[in-house]
């Protein structure tokens, strides 16, 4: 139960649709989602694979719990070998379209190979079909979306899509569903792209069942209740949204600024939570509503609302409407890195990210990373097209995403993430990336775990893969001192572990704020068949993170690539708590290594493979 | 003391639980397509909406129907289809002027709201109170109790 037990395999250089059984046993080993994901991949293409050859696949996998009462049970990832990064994939998204998969009789879809020329799969139930979507390209996410509810004449269908970012394969384009949610980060929306697929419409009708209804209906009732009576899940994040932690992590001297020079920005509070409930002259303001993705009793969702008098909806000639607006790691992407505290135009810049199919995170850091080649010397308007592209413009950002977005002029060098970016103008050591990919919104020379957990991430820098900001900031589950190393190996590793758990089981992480690994088990227990226990879900955890492991390292990915940009380690941060310090991986890279069962080269050694069934 | 269910979109952040404790209820499966409430969402409004059958006192679905197949619960004041007298006209689905009761596919008849016979499971699964369960005569206090809070103690309601 929790599982249809059934794959639907697109092949689009044959232009088929193929239904076949779900592997239980990988299921039992991966969980699901994340975790299966990587193992069908691993097992089906060489890692070594150019991301954006037709040998390369996407999936696109639910977890155990997608679609169930559970709360939050409502996530769905894409899994492929990013562009970016040339390492494993796997991109989580909210909203609904995960739900609806599930519910249309699929726990995963397999596409691979490459359309001659551009499609859409629309899958009804059990009918998978793939139609011509050549009118769809070049269309929007949000125009796709609406004419494929048009085209097929049913309000319920829902869309993951990409832009013309996807299409024209801008390095961190992201998959977007319900248009606002995304599988955002290492440029899976590119591979999408690359196979000539514009988008997924989904209508199902079967439901979900469970293994153990009653045991299920107790243990989910019981973690929600949980997740109402925390100070975080139930107050927080309802009421200001992730953008809660902005003021938070300025205090702190944890926010990056100006690609990566400061760590602290003066703007902070025009651009955080407080910010968007600050009523403009007219009475009206930035926050209109939250909202929450399928299933899920928190309901961080912001959703916004740019002031018609604002310049950004002057100058675009139309009316906008209500959308999904910033959460804390566009706004600092957009707003921090960047140096503008322009609050509508950091949400105008959120639309257009979600309209295009582009990562908010990356986007905003290689704007940021050009901001910073402009203020050098290494671009001069002659290659911006003749913006000055300075720290703190807001005209300058909103101009540089609707070039992305398009496709046009200086947008196509922006278009390829800051490492790429920076490379092209000989300035490598400006791109604030690991393994390629941009950083989100924590500087690690304020909490040592973080400059970890970004080092060994799997899939570059990334907050999602082990968030000990949690422990060295919130004190969840115990509270650590940022600035230490001691014991941060051993944190990030069970992060690590525990959000694999998380990533396979079609809920959030956001949950975790509350939720012990116990909730989860307890609820993944009732839903799936066979006896699921916290030692058995640890260990997954731990497989699910070597199996990602392993597949860097045949991508050919090294020790090497465990790093951080010379900047953090070297340049001491210059104002804030943390001033003085850097980023001190050496204390504690040799120790995880270790506490993983790696060899000193960072490999896993045969005897941790045994140990986990690799 | 019957009761009615109160809708306050205001309230609602569109998480669906409604839907999936409603089909849960009806077919022991999480199925949104099979729930008696629906949620809609009005995209650049902003509005979230749960809409389902307000159990009209002079119920159209129940007049229009040929074979007496809805019928008055006493105890809750539900229309409540049977299911056994059934014949999938949908006639009653015309004469709604709501659209709160459907054709099912599936089973071959109608299917509306029934108040879970007095323990609505909606009502139990909703987190922020969007949907509540108040006695049907006075569905209008929330209402008026915040128009109550509002009003300046120096110069009073003016009616």
């Known amino acids: 139960m929790a599982w249809h037990k059934k794959i639907l395999r697109v092949n689009l250089s044959k232009g088929t649709c193929e239904s076949e059984p779900l592997n239980l046993k990988w299921a039992g080993k991966y969980i699901g989602q994340r975790g299966l994901g990587t193992k069908y991949l691993s097992e089906e293409i060489d890692p070594k ?32 070998k990013g562009p970016l990064t040339g390492a494993i994939a796997a991109s989580n998204s909210g909203g609904y379209f995960g739900a609806e998969l599930k519910f249309a ?33 070049g ?62 419409a989904v209508r199902g009708t079967q439901g979900v069942p469970v293994a ?64 968007m409930i600050l009523p403009r002259p007219d009475g009206s303001t930035n926050l209109v509503k939250n909202q929450a993705c399928f299933g899920c009793t928190i309901a961080c969702g912001r959703i916004s609302k740019i002031s018609p008098e604002h310049f950004t909806v002057k100058n675009s000639g139309k009316e906008w409407g209500a959308s999904g607006g910033l959460e804390y790691e566009s706004a600092w992407a957009f707003g921090a890195d960047t140096g503008v505290d322009d609050l509508d135009a950091l949400t105008y810049v959120n639309f257009l990210c979600n309209m295009h199919g582009m990562d908010t995170i990356s986007f905003g850091a290689t704007v940021a990373a050009a901001m910073e080649l402009f203020e050098i010397g290494a671009i001069t308007t002659k290659e911006t097209g003749g913006i000055e592209l300075k720290f703190g413009s807001a005209e300058a950002l909103v101009e540089m995403a609707l070039l992305v977005g398009r496709g046009e002029g200086f947008g196509l060098d922006i278009g390829l993430g800051s490492k790429r970016l920076c490379e092209k103008y000989s300035k490598p050591e400006v791109a604030m990336v690991v393994k390629g990919q941009e950083f989100p919104a924590y500087d690690p020379r304020a909490m040592q775990g973080m400059a970890l957990g970004y080092a060994t991430s799997n899939r570059g820098a990334c907050h999602l893969r082990g968030y000990t900001v949690s422990a060295e900031v919130f004190g969840v589950p115990v ?52 006896d699921w226990s916290l030692e058995r879900l640890l260990e997954t955890g731990e497989r699910i993170w070597n199996l990602e492991r392993q597949f860097n390292l045949s991508a050919g990915l090294t020790k090497a690539d465990d790093t951080l940009p010379a900047r953090l380690l070297k340049d001491a941060a210059k104002t804030g708590p943390a001033k003085g310090k850097v980023a001190e991986l050496g204390k504690m890279l040799p120790e995880y290594y270790e506490l993983r069962g790696w060899t000193p080269d960072g490999v896993p050694t045969n005897a941790t493979l045994d140990r986990l069934a690799l | 003391m019957q009761r009615s269910l109160q809708i306050d979109p205001e309230k609602c952040t569109a998480c669906m639980q409604c839907e999936l404790a409603c089909s849960y209820q009806a077919t022991e499966s999480f199925n949104p397509s099979q729930s008696r409430i629906k ?121």
């Open chain 1, 479 to 530: 509270k650590m001192e940022p600035s230490a190393t001691e014991g941060k190996a051993e944190i990030t590793m069970a992060f690590q572990n525990a959000t694999s758990v998380v990533d396979s089981a079609g809920i959030c992480s956001f949950a975790t704020f509350a939720w012990t690994l116990e909730d989860v088990q307890k609820q993944l227990n009732a839903d799936l068949e066979g």
């Open chain 1, 212 to 275: 153990n209804p009653a045991e299920f209906m107790a243990a989910t009732t019981e973690a929600k209740k949980v997740l109402a009576e925390d100070a975080v899940t139930g107050q927080g994040l309802p009421a200001m949204g992730t953008q809660v932690i902005m003021n938070v992590m300025n205090e702190l001297g944890g926010l990056p600024a100006h690609n990566h020079r400061d760590v602290q920005f003066d703007g902070a509070s025009k651009i955080g939570a407080e910010a």
């Open chain 2, 39 to 159: 949620v809609f969402m009005f995209h650049e409004t902003a509005r979230f909406v749960p809409y389902t059958c307000t159990q009209c006192a002079e119920a159209w679905c129940m007049k229009a129907c040929p074979v007496d197949a809805i019928q008055v619960n006493a105890e809750t004041g539900a229309k409540e289809v049977i299911d056994s007298l059934c014949v999938g006209c949908k006639v009653c689905t015309i004469a709604c002027p709501f659209g709160t009761i459907n054709y099912s596919q599936s089973t071959g008849k109608v299917v509306k709201c029934d108040l879970c016979g007095g323990d609505p499971e909606c009502v139990k699964a909703c987190p922020t109170d969007a949907i509540t369960y108040v006695d049907a005569d006075w569905t209008g206090l929330d209402k008026m109790r915040a128009w109550a809070a509002k009003t300046d103690s120096q110069s009073g309601a003016q009616a």
């Open chain 1, 49 to 80: 694979v150019d991301p954006l050859s037709p040998e390369n696949k996407l999936i696109i996998a639910t977890g155990p719990l997608t679609g169930t009462a559970a709360a939050t049970g409502g996530r769905w990832s894409v899994i492929c």
């Open chain 1, 105 to 137: 009789g699929w726990d995963m879809i397999i596409i691979e190979g490459r359309s001659d020329k551009p499609v859409y799969l629309f899958v009804q139930d059990d009918k998978a079909q793939l139609l011509p979507a050549d009118d769809l390209w």
């Open chain 1, 139 to 200: 269309q929007d996410v949000w125009e796709t979306e609406e004419a494929l509810l048009a085209r097929h004449q049913d309000p319920q269908i829902k869309v993951a899509a990409i832009g013309k970012a996807g299409e024209i394969g801008c390095m961190y384009a992201c998959v977007v569903n319900d248009k606002h949610r995304a599988a955002g980060r290492s440029g899976v929306g590119a591979v999408m792209g690359s196979k000539n697929l514009k988008a997924i």
